[in-house]
């Protein structure tokens, strides 16, 4: 089974097996970051719809998003991205932003911040979603950043007590 790899944390990288994947035009793109953004929760298609268009959404609004969700299919293994009666779900083994917030949660500060590459989904900004969601993770990366800061500069350690 092929392996699955979403980076989010800068420039939107999809891998599968180590190998990078050119999913083609920028909707493509923007459909794998917006899924990834779900940890494997179907999004159903309206919002997905408003999600890729926003206000300048075409006249058939349902079957643009069906020919976008198959050219992105196409660049993916198997199985990779699902229809459900739920709506659409991608599949992956890894994505950034959620191992980002786990090691947040978990206190490791240092491996949560090594994971950025860049502004957070910074080549798909221009989609309705992407801006909350990359202000939700640059708001959570400064946060951890700052904590990080302030337990360094409590250690007395650092001051030469």
């Known amino acids: 089974m092929n392996v ?11 891998r599968v097996d180590d190998c ?4 083609g035009g920028p ?13 494997g929760r179907p999004v159903g298609p309206s919002t997905l719809i408003d999600d890729l268009w926003g206000l300048d959404v075409p ?17 993916l293994p ?10 659409y779900v991608l599949h992956c ?15 490791r500060s ?5 994971l950025w590459r860049g502004e957070a989904l910074a080549d798909v900004l221009a989609f309705p979603f992407a801006v909350a969601a990359a202000a939700r993770l640059d708001e959570l990366r ?9 337990y360094r500069a409590g250690d007395p350690s650092d001051i030469g007590v």
């Open 4 to 14: 699955v790899r979403v980076d989010v944390l800068g420039p939107l990288l999809v």
């Open 20 to 23: 990078e994947v050119d999913l």
């Open 27 to 39: 909707r493509s793109r923007a459909l794998v970051a917006r899924l990834a953004l779900e940890a």
């Open 59 to 75: 006249a058939d609004a349902v079957n643009a998003l069906q020919s976008v969700v198959s050219r992105t299919r196409r660049k």
């Open 78 to 87: 198997d199985g990779a991205l699902e229809s459900t009666p739920a709506g």
């Open 93 to 107: 083994e890894y994505v950034d932003a959620a191992e980002f917030e786990r090691l947040c949660g978990t206190g």
């Open 110 to 114: 240092a491996e949560a911040l090594a």
């Open 142 to 150: 400064l946060s951890e950043s700052e904590a990080s800061l302030g």
